[in-house]
């Protein structure tokens, strides 16, 4: 069975950096598009960034375009988010998922995942 834990959150001051990363156990991940979401307090999860299962394909929501980039690395069956010029906005509990179907598309729809890890927090100060 497939297990996704994620790592690498923390506080950081706005403008810096973070690098969360989703380690996968159980079986391999290669085959399915791999997302990232997060939830605020109060607020719904959203989507933040998506790479199909080749990294041909990436997907980013509009307010991380420019500063966060999504990657893959199959020998170690993982994903990561190179998180840059965090913002206060950026703070919440960031979630790595796998898609239902085989990744040839980056897909945005958190109804379109249905594996998650537990989530890592993000917190940015101003």
């Known amino acids: 069975q497939l297990q996704l834990v994620e790592s690498g959150g923390g506080l950081v001051q706005a403008g810096g950096s973070l690098r969360l990363s989703c380690a996968a156990s159980g079986r391999p991940l290669h085959v399915h598009t791999m997302g990232w979401f997060r939830q605020a307090p109060g607020k719904e999860r959203e989507f933040v960034a998506s790479t199909t299962w080749n990294g041909a394909e990436t997907s980013y929501a509009d307010s991380v375009k420019g500063r966060f980039t999504i990657s893959r690395d199959h020998a170690k069956n993982t994903v990561n988010l190179q998180m840059n010029n965090l913002k206060p906005e950026d703070a919440a509990v960031y979630y790595c998922?796998?898609?239902?179907?085989?990744?040839?598309?980056?897909?945005?729809?958190?109804?379109?995942?249905?594996?998650w890890g537990q989530g890592t927090q993000v917190t940015v100060s101003s």
């Open positions: 998922a796998e898609s239902r179907l085989y990744g040839t598309t980056a897909y945005r729809a958190v109804e379109e995942y249905d594996s």
